[in-house]
C-alpha cells in the first residue's frame, strides 16, 4: 500500500516492461531507469544486446541511465515539447511517417502537422539546445528501427506543460505506427508498485473509482455497486454542488489552509490526514510548514515518523503506526497493468496495525460501518470482489481474489517474452490478467489498442469516447471511428463502431452490472468501449496541439516573449493558479541556474523508510547539490563545500557541492528525498525518542520553484530556478 494517498504521474503503459525486449528502438525522455527502475532496465539491456536496438536517452542530466545509452541527448528542462514536435515534424517532412497508420486510426492529422511544421530543427535548437541536426538524426533512426518504444517518466509530466509532453510523446508513435504492436507502445514507468492500481481505484481528487468522473450516474453507478443510498450520499455533501466538484490535489491542499491564492471553498481546510504519504514531497515546502502550525489536527499514518512528524511543533498531531506490505495482504496493480496478489509474509510488528484495520476502525467510529462494511465479509478479499464489480471501465470485472491468487502462486508457469501461461492452471492467460480483463474467464489485454487478436483473446481497437464527429478549429470535419477494414479478427463490424448502450436498457457497457452488454459484445468479436481513431487534437485542453510554452521561471526572458505561459487559472483544483502572472522574464537575472530534481537508487520518495535504514543510509548518508566544474571553480566552490541554494519564493537549504559533468554549467541537480533539517537547522530533536531516521538532510522541495500542469495539476519540480552560494 506504500504510497496510497498519492497519484503524480499519469497514464498507464500501453505495453508492458517484457514486451520491451520485442522493441528495435527505445526511445527514453525524463526517466532514469537506472536508478528509478533498475528491475525493468533488464528488458531494455536486452533488446539493446539481442535486437540491436538504439537506447535513445533525452535528459538534461548524463544519468546512470544515460550511462547505457546509444545516443544521448541533453536537452534543456521543460522543452520535450519542442524536441518531440520536432521529431514529428522531421518524420513528416522526410516522408518517414506511417501512411495507412494515419489514414486508417489517426484523428486531427491535418491540424497537427500544420502546428508540428513550426518546429523546425533550427527552431528545435534554439529552444532546447539541441543540434538541428541531431534532431533529424534521432527522427531517422526512429523512422528506421520499427517497432520501437517511447518510456517515460518524471522528466516528462512535472512541468506547467507536462499534459503537452506527454500527448507529444503519443502522437510520435501514432505517426510511427508505433501503437498496438508488440515493441512499440507508449510506456510511462509508474511510480510506486501500486500507484497504477491508487490511480485505478481513484486516490485523486477528480473521479470516482476507475475513471468514473464525477458527475450524477457515475455516483448512482457506485452507490449500486457499493448498495448504499444515492440520497444518503448526497445528504453528507456540503450541497449538492460540491458532490461533482473536484477536490484540492496533494500539490496544493495547503492553499485551503494558507489561502495565499484565493481558494474555491466554503470552509478553509482544518485538517489533514497524510496516509502513506511524505510531506517533504511536495514542492515550496516551507509553505506547508505555515499550513501544518495552523491546523487544528493533524494524522499520520505510516509505519515511520515522517518529516510531516517533526516539522509539526504543535499539540493535536497524531502518529498512527501502520503496518508495512510484509504485514498484511492483497491485491496490486502494477506499472503494467497486471495485478498481483501479495500475501503476509510476517505478523506485524510492535504496536502497528495494518490499513485495513485502521481504515475499519475510523468508518465504524464515524458511524458509517453499517453501510459500507454490510457486504464485506472477509477483508480484503471481499474489497478485492467489490472493485472487480464496479470498475467496468477498465475491465476489472474479470478479476477475483481467487484468480489473481492463481496467477502469483503459479508466475513460474508464465513464458518471459509473452508473458502467456504455457500450460498449467493458467493456460494461455497472461500474467497477471492486464486489464482489461472483461469477463471471468478472459485472458487479459497484454498490449492495448492491438487489432490483430480476437477481443476475446486480448485484443482491442482505439476507444470511442467523444461522439462519431468533430468539427475542428480549422473548419475541417472529420469521422472519429476508424476506417471501413480496421477490425479485430471476428468482429461482426469490419470498421469503426461506437460503444455499446441499451443492450440492458437504461445502461450502456459501462454502468450495466449484470455485464451483459460487455459479454454480448465480446460475443459479436467487438469491444465494448467501441472502435475509433486516436486522436492529435484535445479541443477540451488549452492547447488543442501540444505546442512550447517557456517554464513559469525561465532562463531565456526572449523565448517568454515568443512562448508566453497559460493564462493565469482561476477555481484549478479549488485553487487560483498563477501562470502569466508568474512569469517573471527578470528572474534569471538573480535565479540564474536552471534547478531540477529526482531520484536516486538508494532511497525512495520522501526517504522515511530508506533513511530508516541502516544499510541503505549507510550507502547514501548524505544530501547533495550536483555542480558542474565550471559554475563551481567560478564561484569558488569545492567538492564537500557546503552551499547554499536559494529559490525565488524564498526558500533556502544548505546542502554538500557535488562537483561533476553529469549537469551542464546552466543547471543543478537536488535528490529529493532527504528531510530532518529545514533551513540550516537540523529537527533531529523533534523525532520521537529512537525513531530519529539513520540519515537526515535539508528536503530538496524546500526550494522547488512555483508551477503546476495546466490539466493535472502536478507540481513543476523539473523546471525551476535557483541561485547558488558558498556557505
Ligand atoms: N530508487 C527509487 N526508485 C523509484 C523512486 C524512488 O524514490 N527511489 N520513486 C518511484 C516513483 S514514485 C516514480 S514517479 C519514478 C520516477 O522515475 P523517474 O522519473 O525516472 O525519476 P526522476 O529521477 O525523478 O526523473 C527522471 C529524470 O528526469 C530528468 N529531467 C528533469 N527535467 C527534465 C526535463 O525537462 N526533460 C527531460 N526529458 N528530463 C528531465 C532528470 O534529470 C532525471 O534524470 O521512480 C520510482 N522509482
Ligand atoms: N522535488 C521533487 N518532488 C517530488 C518528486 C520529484 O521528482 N521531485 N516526485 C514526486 C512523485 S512522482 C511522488 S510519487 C512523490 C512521492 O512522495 P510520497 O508518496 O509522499 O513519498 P514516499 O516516501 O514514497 O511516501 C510514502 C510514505 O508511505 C509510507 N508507507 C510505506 N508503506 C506503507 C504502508 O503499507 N502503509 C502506510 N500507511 N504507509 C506506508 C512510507 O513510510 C512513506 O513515509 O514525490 C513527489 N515529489
Ligand atoms: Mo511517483
Given at each position: 500500500m506504500a504510497g496510497v494517498a498519492n497519484t503524480w504521474g499519469y497514464g498507464a503503459m500501453t505495453n508492458s516492461l517484457n514486451d520491451i525486449r520485442h522493441s528495435k528502438c527505445i526511445f527514453m525522455i525524463g526517466s532514469n531507469a537506472a536508478e528509478a527502475h533498475p528491475v525493468a532496465l533488464q528488458h531494455i539491456l536486452r533488446a539493446k544486446e539481442v535486437n540491436n536496438a538504439p537506447v535513445i536517452v533525452v535528459d538534461p542530466r548524463f544519468t546512470r541511465l544515460a550511462a547505457k545509452a546509444t545516443d544521448y541527448v541533453r536537452i534543456r528542462p521543460g522543452t520535450d515539447t519542442a524536441f518531440v514536435m520536432g521529431l514529428i515534424n522531421a518524420i513528416i517532412q522526410n516522408d518517414w511517417y506511417d501512411k495507412e497508420f494515419v489514414r486508417t486510426r489517426v484523428a486531427g492529422f491535418e491540424e497537427m502537422k500544420e502546428v508540428a511544421s513550426h518546429y523546425t530543427p533550427e527552431v528545435v535548437e534554439d529552444i532546447t539546445g539541441i543540434p538541428a541536426s541531431e534532431v533529424v538524426r534521432i527522427a531517422k533512426i526512429m523512422a528506421t528501427h520499427r517497432p520501437g518504444t517511447v518510456i517515460w517518466c518524471m522528466g516528462g509530466t512535472q512541468h506547467h506543460i507536462g499534459s503537452s509532453n506527454t500527448r507529444a510523446f503519443c502522437i510520435l508513435q501514432?505517426?510511427?505506427?508505433?501503437?498496438?504492436?508488440?515493441?512499440?507502445?507508449?510506456?510511462?514507468?509508474?511510480?510506486?508498485?501500486?500507484?497504477?492500481?491508487?490511480?485505478?481505484?481513484?486516490?485523486?481528487?477528480?473521479?470516482?473509482?476507475?475513471?468514473?468522473?464525477?458527475?450524477?450516474?457515475?455516483?448512482?453507478?457506485?452507490?449500486?455497486?457499493?448498495?448504499?443510498?444515492?440520497?444518503?450520499?448526497?445528504?453528507?455533501?456540503?450541497?449538492?454542488?460540491?458532490?461533482?466538484?473536484?477536490?484540492?490535489?496533494?500539490?496544493?491542499?495547503?492553499?485551503?489552509?494558507?489561502?495565499?491564492?484565493?481558494?474555491?471553498?466554503?470552509?478553509?481546510?482544518?485538517?489533514?490526514?497524510?496516509?502513506?504519504?511524505?510531506?517533504?514531497?511536495?514542492?515550496?515546502?516551507?509553505?506547508?510548514?505555515?499550513?501544518?502550525?495552523?491546523?487544528?489536527?493533524?494524522?499520520?499514518?505510516?509505519?515511520?515518523?515522517?518529516?510531516?512528524?517533526?516539522?509539526?511543533?504543535?499539540?493535536?498531531?497524531?502518529?498512527?503506526?501502520?503496518?508495512?506490505?510484509?504485514?498484511?495482504?492483497?491485491?496490486?496493480?502494477?506499472?503494467?497493468?497486471?495485478?498481483?496478489?501479495?500475501?503476509?509474509?510476517?505478523?506485524?510488528?510492535?504496536?502497528?496495525?495494518?490499513?485495513?484495520?485502521?481504515?475499519?476502525?475510523?468508518?465504524?467510529?464515524?458511524?458509517?460501518?453499517?453501510?459500507?462494511?454490510?457486504?464485506?465479509?472477509?477483508?480484503?478479499?471481499?474489497?478485492?470482489?467489490?472493485?472487480?464489480?464496479?470498475?467496468?471501465?477498465?475491465?476489472?470485472?474479470?478479476?477475483?481474489?481467487?484468480?489473481?491468487?492463481?496467477?502469483?502462486?503459479n508466475w513460474h508457469t508464465f513464458d518471459i517474452d509473452t508473458l502467456q501461461a504455457k500450460g498449467g492452471p493458467c493456460d494461455g492467460e497472461y500474467y497477471g490478467l492486464p486489464w482489461p480483463c472483461w469477463t471471468e474467464d478472459h485472458p487479459g489485454t497484454p498490449i492495448l489498442y492491438d487489432i490483430s487478436k480476437p477481443v476475446a483473446k486480448g485484443g482491442l481497437p482505439f476507444r470511442a469516447r467523444f461522439g462519431t464527429e468533430i468539427t475542428y478549429y480549422s473548419g475541417r470535419k472529420e469521422n472519429l471511428l476508424a476506417a471501413e477494414g480496421i477490425a479485430n479478427p471476428g468482429s461482426e463490424v469490419n470498421g469503426g463502431y461506437p460503444e455499446f448502450k441499451d443492450v440492458v436498457p437504461g445502461t450502456n457497457w459501462k454502468t450495466d452490472l449484470s455485464m451483459k452488454t460487455i459479454k454480448y459484445a465480446i460475443s459479436k468479436g467487438m469491444a465494448p468501449f467501441g472502435n475509433a481513431r486516436a486522436r492529435c487534437v484535445v479541443w477540451t485542453f488549452p492547447d488543442q496541439v501540444p505546442v512550447h510554452r517557456e517554464p513559469l521561471h525561465s532562463p531565456r526572458p526572449d523565448l517568454v516573449a515568443k512562448y508566453p505561459t497559460y493564462e493565469d487559472k482561476p477555481n484549478h483544483y479549488r485553487v487560483f493558479t498563477k501562470y502569466k502572472s508568474e512569469q517573471r522574464p527578470e528572474l534569471v537575472k538573480d535565479f540564474p541556474f536552471v534547478l531540477i530534481t529526482g531520484r536516486m537508487v538508494e532511497h525512495m520518495g520522501g526517504g522515511a523508510e530508506t533513511r530508516s535504514n541502516k544499510y541503505l543510509a549507510e550507502l547514501a548518508p548524505e544530501m547533495y547539490a550536483e555542480i558542474n566544474t565550471r559554475v563551481a571553480n567560478d564561484l569558488g566552490i569545492r567538492s564537500g563545500d557546503m552551499v547554499w541554494i536559494e529559490s525565488p519564493e524564498g526558500g533556502r537549504i544548505k546542502v554538500k557541492a557535488k562537483i561533476t559533468e553529469r549537469v551542464d554549467d546552466k543547471t543543478i541537480f537536488l535528490p529529493f528525498h532527504f528531510g530532518g533539517f529545514f533551513q540550516g537547522e537540523s529537527l533531529e530533536a523533534n523525532y520521537p525518542s529512537g525513531h530519529v531516521p539513520y540519515a537526515l538532510g535539508e528536503p530538496a522541495n524546500i526550494v522547488t520553484n512555483y508551477g503546476y500542469d495546466i490539466i493535472t495539476q502536478i507540481q513543476s519540480t523539473k523546471d525551476g530556478l535557483c541561485k547558488v552560494s558558498k556557505a
Open positions: 501514432l505517426v510511427l505506427g508505433n501503437m498496438g504492436v508488440s515493441g512499440g507502445g507508449t510506456n510511462i514507468f509508474r511510480g510506486h508498485d501500486n500507484v497504477q492500481g491508487a490511480t485505478d481505484m481513484c486516490v485523486l481528487s477528480h473521479s470516482l473509482p476507475a475513471y468514473y468522473g464525477l458527475k450524477d450516474g457515475s455516483w448512482k453507478h457506485w452507490c449500486r455497486v457499493w448498495d448504499v443510498d444515492y440520497e444518503w450520499i448526497k445528504s453528507r455533501f456540503h450541497s449538492k454542488d460540491y458532490m461533482n466538484k473536484k477536490g484540492f490535489t496533494l500539490a496544493r491542499w495547503y492553499e485551503g489552509v494558507n489561502q495565499d491564492d484565493k481558494i474555491y471553498q466554503y470552509t478553509p481546510i482544518k485538517a489533514v490526514v497524510f496516509w502513506g504519504c511524505a510531506s517533504n514531497s511536495q514542492s515550496q515546502y516551507f509553505k506547508l510548514k505555515k499550513a501544518l502550525d495552523k491546523l487544528d489536527l493533524v494524522v499520520i499514518i505510516d509505519p515511520f515518523p515522517t518529516m510531516t512528524a517533526a516539522m509539526c511543533e504543535k499539540d493535536n498531531v497524531y502518529l498512527l503506526p501502520s503496518t508495512s506490505q510484509y504485514e498484511t495482504e492483497g491485491s496490486v496493480t502494477s506499472t503494467s497493468r497486471q495485478v498481483q496478489w501479495r500475501f503476509k509474509v510476517v505478523d506485524p510488528v510492535h504496536d502497528s496495525k495494518d490499513d485495513y484495520w485502521i481504515m475499519e476502525e475510523l468508518v465504524k467510529r464515524f458511524g458509517f460501518a453499517d453501510k459500507f462494511y454490510k457486504n464485506i465479509k472477509k477483508v480484503p478479499d471481499d474489497v478485492t470482489r467489490e472493485l472487480a464489480k464496479g470498475s467496468l471501465t477498465i475491465g476489472y470485472c474479470g478479476y477475483s481474489p481467487e484468480r489473481i491468487k492463481k496467477h502469483t502462486l
